[in-house]
């Protein structure tokens, strides 16, 4: 992935809780094999509707989204992340995300930025009555900021996903660096655990 | 596999499982960084997502899912990965093609790139979903880094009611603990309720742990566990059958444990559960009415759904009924479901069909006969695949169609835009289709 050192711009408001995968990338934008071009699907059954958040074009431009809790809820489909950020979006707020949506946002270089629901809330109100409100999320810090405001707030990121942020390295080299446990694991495997080769 | 401090803990991934919807990215990361499949033969892959359940001799219609399906075949030709593809006797829904051959076996670890790989914990199997950066990376490490989650346990103890089954334990605890009630947590499932379950019945229970928040949802294995196991085709045989034996009979949860947060269901308050509204959580005993809405989520669903607060569960029509979906396509579900059925029709108007979860499962309900029920009946007798479950094949829900469904997820849109889901068991879905409203079968003439 990418390094990420901050986020700087306008954020969109959902004020919705439970917006699952299914609602950020519909099932039927899965056929694709590629990894390019979700955004046009982000959230393609809400676009539909006109007063939908992202069809207000004060919001054009907004690089992080506020959430309701449990965001990402559902199906694993890690397109999800993708067609945010092939949108535009580099982090998104939320008092919780779910678990594998939050490991995936953390795997592809989306910031998922876990704050209180009263911060969530206060942000909700201050994004909706000033769209140009200008946000900033720093990863060495760990903090998300709306200066304007006078609003700073913590929010969780071991140690190491940061590093990975910062660095914007690769997990798979990481692991590989460790290959010698690996096959040392593998050479003291049960031998009744099950092969999918060799005859059936 | 590996620890250190101030990293995530890696750990060796026994058994990957993949299918065609999230894997093609993961497989073209693999050869633009110049690596490979470290072990093909831990991994077995099988067409489910897109496959049509109809009309397997003809080239798949949608030219995207045509393409989706070729790559995986491609890519397993290429690394030399086991594949059950669509029209062979074993291909089936990933959840539930590894139980079924005894590759899912107790603990193990088990990955997938599907959020209801949770499935598989109902062996005392740690298993969980992945996105398509983690498939790619058990892809190329046969290892996934995890941090430990917290501990939950959700014990559930006492006798059934009469027409309660496991689908209504899962929905029942999922009305207890809301969405997320397991999140950030790996959940074991304990008590004599669970205990009293078949396989079948703690699949679908640690099937939907993951619509309520948790990653994984274990149950420890026992003797019902071991009795499903033996003699199938990749279960361990002989005295290699014995070690395991020796091996799965420590692996239960000591006495007295602690767990981080602990969940008691009585059996006996359980009810045959349906769904009002846009999530899992969203649901109400079938006796009951929607209730009134106390958020803006809630009004939102009951807008969505086409509902109004007050109206008696059982005074809804549907149009369509779908038996089928990883959380109740065994045997054991259609078996139900054809009991209901037996000598009844399908009510005029509604579009019944039943999606067994495997191509195994299919042959062993027409060895009993149970095609012949479910086509008496009026219902349509259908090929293996997820299906109707997330309409990625054909089988899609009309916008404003309403459906007695037998899958996990409620969600907007989930089966086909506009679509409206309620999840039910088995046996409430074929009540369902005969009454034209949501019905037991108890209440059927």
Excluded at chain 2, 30 to 56: E, S, Y
Excluded at chain 2, 175 to 181: A, M, N, P, V
Excluded at chain 2, 283 to 310: F, H, K, N, Q, T
Aim: glycine share 12%.
């Amino acid at each position: 992935m990418e390094p990420l050192h901050t986020v700087t711009g306008t954020a969109a408001p959902l004020d919705r809780a439970d917006v699952d995968t299914d609602q950020i990338i519909p099932s039927e934008w899965l056929k694709r094999v590629e990894r390019a071009g979700f955004g046009e699907g982000l959230f393609s059954g809400w676009r539909a509707e006109a007063d939908f958040v992202l069809n207000q074009p004060q919001y054009a431009g907004a690089s992080v989204l506020i959430a309701g809790a449990n965001f990402g809820c559902g199906s694993s489909r890690e397109h999800a992340v993708w067609a945010l950020m092939d949108y535009g979006f580099k982090a998104v707020v939320s008092p919780r995300f779910a678990d594998i949506f939050l490991t995936n946002c953390t795997k592809a270089g989306l910031l998922p930025v876990q704050v209180d629901g009263e911060v969530v809330e206060r942000l909700l109100r201050a994004v909706e009555a000033d769209p140009r409100l200008t946000l900033t999320v720093d990863v060495a810090a760990r903090t998300i900021a709306a200066p304007a405001l006078g609003l700073q707030s913590p929010f969780p990121l071991d140690g190491h996903t940061q590093w990975r942020f910062l660095e914007g390295l690769d997990d798979i080299d990481l692991t590989l660096r460790h290959e010698g446990a690996i096959r040392a694991y593998e050479a003291g495997r049960a031998a009744w655990l099950p092969i999918t080769a060799g005859p059936e | 596999m590996h620890s250190a401090e101030g990293e995530p803990d890696i750990l060796y991934v026994d058994l990957h499982l993949i299918h065609e919807v999230t894997t093609p990215q993961a497989f073209d990361g693999l050869r633009a960084n110049g690596r490979t499949v470290r072990r093909p033969d831990l991994t077995l892959a099988t067409m489910d997502h897109n496959v049509p359940t109809i009309g397997l001799d003809r080239p798949i219609a949608d030219p995207v899912s045509a393409r989706q399906v070729e790559a995986l075949r491609r890519n397993c030709e290429q690394y030399g990965i086991r594949l059950y593809p669509m029209g062979h006797g074993r291909q089936g829904i990933v959840h539930i093609i590894g139980p079924e051959l005894g590759l899912t076996l107790p603990g193990m670890t088990i990955v997938c790139g599907d959020s209801h790989t949770s499935t598989h914990g109902a062996f005392g199997a740690l298993a969980f979903g992945i996105g398509t950066s983690e498939v790619e990376h058990v892809l190329a490490t046969q290892s996934v880094p995890q941090r430990r989650p917290g501990t939950m346990a959700v014990t559930v103890e006492g006798d059934l009611p009469p027409g309660v089954t496991a689908k209504d334990v899962a929905l029942g605890i999922i009305e207890r603990i809301g969405t997320s009630g397991g999140a950030g947590h790996l959940v074991e499932y304990r008590g004599s309720t669970i205990r009293a379950l078949s396989m079948e019945g703690r699949m679908t229970v640690g099937n939907m742990s993951t619509e309520g928040g948790a990653r994984a949802g274990m149950v420890a294995p026992d003797d019902t566990t071991f009795a499903y196991l033996e003699g199938r085709p990749y279960a361990p045989a002989g005295r290699q059958w014995e070690a395991a034996l020796d091996d799965w009979r420590t692996l239960a949860t000591d006495d007295g444990a602690v767990f981080d947060k602990e969940v008691h269901v009585d059996a006996a308050a359980l009810r045959p559960y349906v769904t009002w509204g846009t999530n899992p959580a969203q649901v109400v005993p079938i006796d009951g009415s929607v209730p009134p809405p106390e958020s803006d989520g809630a009004r939102r669903a009951l807008a969505y759904m086409g509902l109004r607060a007050g109206t008696p569960m059982r005074e809804i029509p549907v149009d369509t009924v779908f038996i089928g979906s990883c959380t109740n396509s065994r045997l054991e579900d259609l078996r139900a479901a054809a009991a209901v059925l037996a000598g009844r029709r399908v009510k005029a108007g509604v579009r019944a069909l039943v999606v067994p979860g495997s191509m195994q499962v299919r042959t062993a309900a027409e060895a009993e006969g149970l095609d012949g029920v479910f086509t008496a009946a009026g219902f349509e007798w259908r090929a293996a695949g997820c299906s109707m479950c997330l309409g990625m094949n054909p089988d899609l829900l009309s916008p404003g169609e309403r459906c007695a469904s037998t899958s996990n997820r409620n969600f907007e849109g989930r089966q086909g835009d506009g679509g409206r889901t309620h999840l039910v068991s088995p046996a409430v879905a074929a009540a369902t289709a005969v009454a034209g409203r949501f019905a037991t079968p108890e209440e059927l003439p």
